[in-house]
């Protein structure tokens, strides 16, 4: 029951329904040839660093809130690919820990350092073009910092799932292009 007092704002934006946008393959197994500190150090990069899956569905949120009232059907992709990311971050959770490594939401440096997940590495334009080029460039800063781990991880289990993330990665970036172009055109 309502005072008088209060305003009730509906939005037209139904999100029921709503799945991950993830290429269409399979996960490989999640397993890792030996634990290993260093390694589990570098997907908490991927996990909570400034390039990271943490940020990625933080910023993802953050747009798919702020379209939610005036542009409903890219809100709902922002969202799908929110749900994608999260389950990204939990892969790289389960990784880290089967390495030997903790989820303390603290990006270990080579040099020792460790620095806590912040929203300070999001990117937040308010105009639509902006807010998709930077999701696209965090993208693609995400599969270029995928790829140098790759180099660096000598364990085929945590590559695999690491190239296959990619895989969604790459898929992003195209489902955010076409965003962007529609968007351009409108």
């Not at 303390?104 to 990117?123: M, S």
């Not at 364990?155 to 296959?164: F, G």
Request: some cysteine; proline content about 4%.
């Amino acid at each position: 029951m309502m005072s008088g007092r209060e305003t009730v704002i509906a939005g037209s934006c139904s999100f029921s329904g709503i799945k991950p946008i993830m290429a269409d393959l399979p996960y490989p197994p999640l397993q890792v040839r030996e634990q290993n500190r260093g390694y589990a150090d570098l997907l908490g990069v991927d996990y909570c660093g400034a390039v990271s899956e943490l940020s990625a569905i933080a910023q993802y949120i953050n747009n798919e809130n702020r379209l939610s009232c005036s542009k409903c059907p890219a809100a709902r992709t922002i969202l799908g690919l929110a749900m994608a990311e999260m389950m990204h971050l939990q892969k790289l959770g389960e990784l880290i820990v089967l390495l030997g490594g903790s989820i303390d939401f603290a990006a270990r440096q080579r040099d020792g350092r460790q620095r806590l997940w912040t929203p300070e590495y999001l990117t937040i334009p308010e105009h639509t073009v902006k807010m998709l080029r930077a999701d696209i460039e965090a993208e693609q800063a995400a599969i270029n910092q995928y790829e140098q781990h790759i180099r660096r991880i000598n364990d085929d289990c945590v590559c695999a799932v690491l190239k296959r993330i990619i895989r969604d990665e790459e898929y992003h970036i195209m489902i955010l292009d076409a965003l962007l172009q529609e968007e351009a055109h409108s």
